[in-house]
């Protein structure tokens, strides 16, 4: 199922009204996030902390507000593209993402990468091997963004020669 064909069924279904532009659409093997961008709150008295409250506030009531509708557009996509959708909802600098999904990796790891996730837990940052390489995957992202987006735009071009070949 296209990503493009994703995206596209969820502007035609979403209602007018609830962000502010488009949502970011982020889509995987098993799971459709929808993260949408809310106005921000305005006459906030009060320092970072008030701004903070404020948007949690509001990300909090569209999160009420618009349940029945979200869990009824979810259950279609669900239906639609076997894949289960999480929403989430952004204020300035405050993200919130709800009940999305946490899905088990199976992977072999040889002793250095098993001592380095050890490490981890034992000094408290990680609460278990698997919290360590869950933590350990977040510092690769976060570090090195822009090679993953290279290499995202690089597997992007590769889909698309692909697409033109003899073969379809």
Known sequence: MANDEIKGWLAGRLPQGWYTGTPDVRVDEDEIWVVGSLPDVQGTEGGPEALAAARQGRIKQHREETREQRMKIAEEAQQRFRRHLAWGAKVGD???????????????????????????????????????????????????????????????????????????
């Open 94 to 168: 405050q993200t919130e993402i709800f009940t999305h999904m946490a899905v088990p990796v199976m992977t072999r790891l040889r002793l250095p990468e098993r001592e380095l996730l050890d490490t981890l837990v034992r000094a408290g940052v990680a609460r278990s091997r698997s919290h360590a390489l869950a933590w350990c995957v977040r510092l690769v992202a976060k570090n090195e963004a822009q090679w993953v987006t290279e290499l995202k735009e690089a597997i992007s071009k590769v889909g698309q020669v692909r697409s033109q070949g003899p073969l379809n």
